[in-house]
């Protein structure tokens, strides 16, 4: 039997799997039984997440007739926004195989030095905000260094931290203190809508990058040498937005505000209310950026390969211990962010801020699809965990049920998402520690 070239031998046509495995083009379907092979072998990604928002979304809309309005929908994605930022922010430290509890108290004491240097002390809301970024930069900084340099674990210090911070909060703004966010600008993060038009445009722009985006990759395998994917799932990928980013655009685009009264053939009171949420933008644009940085950078790369094995990255001359240092960094940054849009909802600040946000936001990750041993997930699965969390808390509100089912439900879907992450590890191979 001859051989060409490359090893393959004449008379032999690689299966369509085998060419999509060995980095050449299929058609999509093939690139459909690929990703099949690969949903059998453990890696189901976000999967179990979108079902089970799907599943959710169905026996909510069947339970109450609420859940499925104009003004519900708003609702979801304000109420999701705090969470889906707070998930994005630790995946990447979950991506190390690492944790961060005080992630949601970083989120609540910026939030607390930035309204009291605003409130008390008279300071320019955008030097406060600044002054915000700096004290989570800083608190990432030192996590960094004790986890990174020093060698703590993660969770001892962060735990620690979790504690130290609240007391923080205590001497800013003082126990049983409260103050009122009167800034605008930062109300209208999560209270205000931008215009009709101006949800086509922002899903023009969306389609717009991620076209580019999309054939910027293409340009730089094909530059490369590397064989690309059919370009079909490029067109399918630009039409899933089009078609759902149309309907989302075309639902806020109508009117959920309350109804007027009409007498004598006039409508008296009532009030419009229309458009995309301006938190929206906000978090596209960070969920964006963050997935450049994890997909198509070193440094993304680096997450990842430490994430797997961090000994064979060291020894590949990855710097370890620079990328841990500012992965936490990172998630302390993006924290503040999740902070500011909490206050935004809520309206004001108190010594309590962010306290029970980090458990959320690892459960958001978890639920999504991020893999607590590390190496495996992306932001865009930290944002559908946190739909799904926000989905049920949305839902059994909406059934006048108690709180404490809120949180047991909960509990049980992280629970059962830390399960299929186990299964699916030992099925595609990895190696699940246990004491």
């Not at 808390?393 to 909960?410: F, M, Q, W």
């Amino acid at each position: 039997m001859s051989y060409q070239h490359d090893g393959t031998e004449t008379g032999h046509v690689p299966a369509a799997t085998d060419l999509i495995g060995s980095g050449q083009e299929g058609s999509l379907g093939d690139q459909v039984k690929a990703w099949l092979q690969r949903v059998r072998g453990g890696d189901m990604g976000a999967l179990p997440a979108v079902g089970g928002f799907v599943v959710l979304s169905i026996m909510f809309s069947l339970l109450s007739p609420f859940f499925l309005t104009e003004r519900n929908f708003a609702n979801l994605m304000t109420q999701a926004a705090t969470l889906v930022m707070l998930g994005m922010a630790l995946v990447f430290v979950i991506l190390l195989g690492e944790i961060d509890l005080s992630a949601g108290v970083t989120a609540g004491v910026s939030a607390c030095i930035f309204i009291v240097l605003v409130n008390v002390q008279g300071m320019n809301w955008i030097v406060a905000l600044v002054v915000a970024f700096v004290v989570g930069l800083a608190i990432g900084t030192f996590i960094g260094f004790f986890v990174a340099k020093v060698g703590i674990p993660s969770f001892v210090v962060t735990l620690g931290l979790f504690l130290g911070l609240q007391g923080v909060q205590l001497i800013v703004i003082g126990s049983g203190g409260l103050y009122r966010v009167q800034i605008p600008e930062i109300l209208a993060i999560q209270n205000k809508n931008l215009p009709d038009w101006g949800g086509w445009v922002l899903l023009g722009i969306v389609l717009a990058i991620s076209a580019a985006t999309s054939f910027w990759d293409r340009l730089r395998r094909a530059r490369a040498g590397v064989p690309n994917r059919t370009i079909t799932l490029v067109f399918a990928k630009l039409g899933a937005i089009l078609g759902l980013g149309g309907l989302a655009v075309f639902l806020l685009n109508r009117n959920r505000g309350q109804a007027g009264t009409v007498l004598n053939g006039e409508t008296i009171g009532g009030n419009e209310v229309i458009g995309v949420p301006i938190v929206v933008p906000f978090v596209l644009a960070i969920l964006w950026v963050g997935t450049f940085v994890l997909d198509r950078t070193k440094y993304g790369r680096y997450i990842y390969a430490i994430g797997g094995n961090a000994e064979a990255a060291r020894r590949a001359g990855v710097k370890i211990v620079f990328i841990r240092w500012t992965a936490f960094m990172v998630c302390s940054s993006l924290a503040v962010v999740a902070g500011i849009f909490s206050i935004s909802k809520v309206g004001s600040v108190d010594a309590t801020a962010g306290r029970d946000l980090v458990l959320s936001g690892v459960a958001a990750a978890v639920v999504g699809g991020v893999s607590l041993f590390g190496g495996r997930g992306r932001l865009i699965h930290a944002a559908v965990g946190a739909l799904v969390i926000a989905v049920i808390t949305n839902g059994l509100g909406l059934l006048n049920l108690p709180a404490g089912v809120n949180y047991a439900v909960t509990g049980g879907v992280l629970i059962l998402a830390a399960t299929v992450d186990a299964v699916s590890r030992k099925r595609a191979g990895g190696s699940v520690l246990r004491t």
